[in-house]
């Protein structure tokens, strides 16, 4: 009897498909080796802002530029994004790849939108207000900072995509699980990395 390509059910997998083979479980470690080293270089990013926030060279200043509200709705797009995946990993647990493939589309549409967010709110700076890479050392570690998050996100956007075209055409097996499994990993490492932008770039900027 031939095996036909239908919706694949509870118990043709394992639990956590992931790590049913040696091949996923040494993907998962390789990366989280790879988020370490991408720890370092945000940590990095983050300390030289720090240090540069104060030098304006007699241009716009934190608190005269963010508008917190626009940046407090893309945060929360993120964070909803961060959620969508978690639900489209418990449907990879189930087995249900329509539903996994369902929940990682919604990540990807959200990410979108708090991509078109920054990239709206970079226009409003070098337009409206004169804000460019090269106003000061503050804008070149600002747009440095936030910019490489932004391209971060980016990369996931693309990377998701082309793993729900996967999940079409070879169907959810041990093979395409471990791929969904970290890429997750890295929407919740850009994810936390946000929020500490949030926190220190924007909220620090709007207070001090």
Do not use: C
């Not at 449907?91 to 919604?106: Q, T, V």
């Amino acid at each position: 009897m031939t095996t036909s390509h239908a919706e694949p059910v509870s118990g043709q997998l394992p639990h956590e498909p992931e790590k049913a083979t040696l091949e996923g479980r040494n993907k998962l470690i390789g990366f989280w080796l790879f988020l370490g080293g991408e720890t370092v270089l945000f940590g990095t990013l983050f300390a030289t802002f720090l240090a540069l926030r104060g030098q304006t060279n007699e241009g716009p200043s934190a608190n005269e530029l963010f508008h917190l509200p626009l940046v407090a709705a893309a945060t929360f797009i993120l964070l909803v994004s961060s959620l969508t995946s978690v639900f489209a990993i418990q449907a990879m647990h189930r087995g249900n790849r329509s539903a996994l493939a369902l929940w990682l589309g919604i990540t990807v549409v959200l990410g979108l939108g708090f991509l078109g967010i920054e990239i709206y709110e970079f226009y409003e700076y070098v337009v409206h207000k004169e804000f460019g890479m090269t106003t000061s050392a503050f804008s070149s570690a600002f747009y440095t900072l936030v910019g490489f998050h932004g391209a971060h996100v980016a990369f996931g956007i693309m990377w998701i995509g082309l793993i729900i075209g996967q999940l079409f055409r070879k169907g959810l097996t041990v093979v395409t699980a471990p791929k969904v499994y970290v890429s997750a990993m890295y929407w919740h490492f850009i994810d936390v990395v946000w929020v500490f932008i949030f926190t220190v770039v924007y909220l620090l900027g709007k207070v001090g």
